[in-house]
């Protein structure tokens, strides 16, 4: 007997938040191989070093708010590039339970050596748009982005 297909069913390839996941891992992972073999950082590491480098004393929390990543993530991508000498962490001085987060010279140096090379892949993928596409693609980003988080940018 053949086995009926149920059009409730959930098709994955048909789900954006499925196709615009798989997308966004499959890009990221081209990115994250780059910089893995390069500067031995992992994605999560080098998210959290943009953040930083883009907002110099941010928090771990703020990370995870500005990102979406999981805290534990951030927690351990703090924890290796720490390790790893690119970043430090200053404690707070009206609240000692809190820190700030900055880049070291060598963190700046990594930061200003990958920050190019993401522009170029950003702008090797984006080639396959045009220009109308591109805006057209940001705008439907931002008009997605509003509707899933009415009460604060995710960006």
């Known amino acids: 007997m053949a086995q009926l297909v149920d059009e409730?069913?959930?098709r994955l390839g048909e789900f954006l938040p499925f196709r615009l996941s798989v997308?966004?891992?499959t890009i990221s992972k081209q990115i994250a191989d780059r910089y893995?073999?390069?500067f031995g950082l992992t994605l999560w590491q080098w998210r959290v070093?943009?953040?930083?480098g883009e907002m110099p004393g941010v928090?771990?929390?703020d990370i995870v708010a500005q990102t979406a990543m999981d805290k534990v993530a951030v927690s351990r991508a703090v924890t290796g590039l720490i390790a790893q000498k690119h970043l430090?962490?200053?404690v707070a001085s009206d609240d000692g339970r809190r820190s700030h987060l900055h880049l070291t010279a060598s963190g700046q140096a990594v930061y200003e050596r990958i920050v190019p090379l993401a522009q170029a892949e950003l702008a090797r993928i984006a080639t396959s748009l045009?220009?109308?596409?591109?805006?057209?693609?940001d705008a439907i980003l931002e008009k997605l982005a509003?509707?899933?988080s009415p009460d604060r940018p995710l960006w």
């Open 8 to 10: 409730a069913a959930l």
């Open 59 to 61: 928090s771990a929390s």
């Open 88 to 90: 430090e962490r200053v």
């Open 49 to 52: 070093m943009a953040v930083v």
């Open 36 to 38: 893995q073999a390069d």
């Open 23 to 25: 997308l966004s891992n």
């Open 130 to 137: 045009t220009d109308a596409e591109r805006s057209q693609l």
């Open 146 to 148: 509003r509707q899933a």
